[in-house]
């Protein structure tokens, strides 16, 4: 199973909204509707940011959201601030009834 | 509200296993899997493998599949992942994760755990 594809940097100023995108095949990304996202910071455990595409857990900023088209999932953060200057992951559930993750992308706020 | 607490810090020789321990406590009962997630440093998130805990069936990735076990003791709630035939490439950091039942996503995190593998 290969790791679903992010891009390695997105960058945005502050206020400002940014994309994250990312990329899968028919058997994880597109098989279901079972995709999370993670928030990391620097010597942190992941934290839960999206589930099933475009939910939020509570305690969750609605600046976040999440969307799917076909084989590619996105995050979307608006109204970028300084403490969303992390590493974010997404992962999907496959179907093989395993989970793959993402390459991984840093978001820097400039 | 559930928690995970991972073991301490281990350094193992290639060649040898190591076996980190992830116990839950507080609502055990909304749990219905463990999942096992490595980082080496610097690098991406990797899945290894997960337990379901009713049935405790597990499923791994193939790339560990030779050398991965994982087990769920219900008596202490706690869940294992041992790693086999290690090398110095298994150097990261070993993290368990929950599933609450009906969920397909991660979440509570346990605090992850350092293992080293070097001669």
């Known amino acids: 199973q290969s790791a679903l594809t992010q891009p390695a940097s997105v960058s945005g100023s502050p206020g400002q909204s940014i994309t994250i995108s990312c990329t899968g095949t028919s058997s994880d990304v597109g098989f279901y509707n079972y995709i999370s996202w993670y928030q990391q910071h620097p010597g942190k455990a992941p934290k839960l940011m999206i589930y099933d595409v475009s939910n939020r857990p509570s305690g969750v900023s609605n600046r976040f959201s999440g969307s799917k088209s076909g084989n590619t999932a996105s995050l979307t953060i608006s109204g970028l601030q300084a403490e969303d200057e992390a590493d974010y992951y997404c992962?999907?559930?496959?179907?093989?009834?395993?989970?793959?993750f993402g390459t991984g992308t840093k978001v820097t706020v400039l | 509200q559930m928690q995970l607490v991972q073991s301490g810090p281990e350094v193992k020789k290639p060649g040898t296993s190591v076996k980190v321990s992830c116990k839950a406590s507080?609502?055990?009962?909304?749990?219905?899997?463990v999942q096992w997630v490595r980082q080496a440093r610097g690098q991406q998130l990797e899945w290894i493998g997960w337990?379901?805990?009713?049935?405790?069936?597990?499923n791994y990735a193939q790339m560990f599949q030779e050398r991965v076990t994982i087990t769920w003791d219900m008596s202490t709630g706690t869940a294992y992942m041992e790693l086999s035939s290690l090398r110095s490439e298994d150097t990261a950091v070993y993290y368990c994760?929950?599933?609450?039942?009906?969920?397909?996503?991660?979440?509570?995190w346990g605090q992850g755990t350092l293992v080293t593998v070097s001669s």
């Open positions: 994760a929950a599933n609450v039942v009906g969920s397909t996503w991660f979440d509570p």
């Open positions: 507080g609502s055990l009962s909304t749990a219905s899997a």
């Open positions: 337990i379901v805990l009713g049935s405790h069936s597990t």
């Open positions: 992962s999907s559930f496959t179907s093989s009834y395993t989970y793959v």
